[in-house]
């Protein structure tokens, strides 16, 4: 083994004394001192010892139930802080799983939105563009105009047509008048002739 440098020494014996309150040096001294006592003879000097080795033991044992509530309340406050650790990390926890849950909300509203957007585009990809749509609809208004020009010259050949054809229907019945006026005239003239045959 090596040599112990005097800083181990020192380290060993701050580590043993705890809190550096010079308990294990009053220990030392009051086994020394119970020693003393115990092969001391004259009764005067015992009881001085006696008295002194109960302050030391009095020293001992209020350092030692200083110890004992220094380590019940570290105990305690190690209870507090595992508490408070578990409330922040439940804390933060929840406050994860919320912002998860308001990003899964975020996400499905922008995947609808874009489902939406797709389906949009398709059906204005079918038709065809404003450029297209404006030629079109010039072509469909030359051909209405011209459509609308053929209906006037058909409405207005109906017309003359009907005119034409009342003034047949009108020729056709004035002919028609005649020919029985005509053909009563020629009835009356044959039952007169029979008539002056006879006389």
């Not at 440098?5 to 705890?18: A, C, Q, S, Y």
């Not at 933060?92 to 797709?118: G, M, P, S, V, W």
């Not at 039952?191 to 045959?197: I, L």
Request: net charge negative.
């Amino acid at each position: 083994m090596g040599a112990v440098t005097d800083d181990e020494v020192i380290r060993k014996r701050l580590l043993i004394d705890g809190d550096g309150a010079g308990d294990d040096r009053r220990i030392n001294v009051l086994l020394k001192s119970f020693v003393k006592w115990c092969h001391s003879a004259a009764p005067e000097e015992g009881f001085t010892q006696y008295q002194r080795m109960l302050g030391t033991l009095a020293q001992c044992e209020f350092s030692m139930g200083k110890t004992l509530l220094v380590y019940d309340m570290n105990l305690r406050e190690m209870e507090n802080y595992e508490k408070i650790y578990t409330d922040i990390v439940l804390g933060h926890t929840f406050f994860k799983i919320a912002e998860c849950k308001k990003e899964i909300l975020r996400a499905k509203r922008i995947r609808k939105n874009r489902q939406e957007y797709d389906a949009l585009a398709k059906v204005i990809q079918q038709h065809p563009d404003r450029h297209e749509t404006l030629k079109q609809l010039e072509a469909l208004d030359k051909e209405l105009q011209q459509l609308s020009r053929i209906k006037e010259n058909v409405e207005d050949k109906l017309e003359l047509r009907k005119k034409q054809f009342h003034v047949l229907l009108s020729t056709i019945h004035e002919l028609q008048q005649t020919l029985e006026n005509d053909e009563k005239s020629e009835n009356d003239e044959s039952q007169d002739s029979p008539m002056e045959n006879g006389q």
